[in-house]
């Protein structure tokens, strides 16, 4: 049974400290081994050299497309930050991903985000956010604010109502 549509993250990492590598160990924790094969030196260079870029990189053993955006931006302050998105549009790649979250967050928390309703908006898309600098250290934590990865998930509902949505999330991380 599909799940989700889509599964969309978004972060924001400093102009100084990004790399590929940096990227990779940093999503490595949720994100499958099928897709982690895009975080490469090309987009490190082309993140670097431009603006804005966008890629689409097509596994060929696989023959599925994944797409990376990533876009130098400045904040307040000067510091240069990039924001990487990536979105995942497989059912393959967003259930490895799904299966892959659950495992590395454990019961207690998929428990916590099956019951947590002000996590799924109108449009029945589900809201997580998992902290950066836990990441890092290899852990996977759900957190509210602060330096985070944004995941949005586009459930697949019809039809497209926020109580069926809640009852997909429910379905999705049930024990």
Do not use: W
């Amino acid at each position: 049974m599909k799940v989700a549509h889509s599964v969309n993250f978004r972060l924001f990492l400093n102009k100084e400290a990004f790399t590929a590598d940096k990227l990779k160990l940093l999503l490595s924790p949720v994100l499958p081994e099928e897709v982690l094969f895009i975080f490469e030196e090309d987009v490190e260079k082309d993140v670097l050299k431009k603006e804005k870029i966008e890629l689409s990189i097509e596994d060929i053993a696989l023959k599925e497309a994944l797409k990376v955006q990533g876009e130098l931006s400045k904040i307040v302050d000067g510091c240069d930050l990039i924001k990487v998105e990536l979105s995942l549009n497989k059912e393959k790649h967003i259930n490895l991903f799904l299966d892959k979250l659950k495992n590395e967050l454990g019961n207690d928390v998929c428990s916590l985000i099956a019951e947590q309703e002000n996590r799924v908006d109108e449009n029945c898309n589900l809201f997580l956010r998992l902290d950066l600098d836990e990441l890092q250290k290899g852990n996977c934590v759900l957190t509210d604010g602060g330096n985070c990865v944004h995941i949005k998930i586009k459930l697949a509902t019809y039809p497209n109502k926020k109580e069926n949505a809640l009852k997909v999330v429910k379905e999705i991380f049930k024990n």
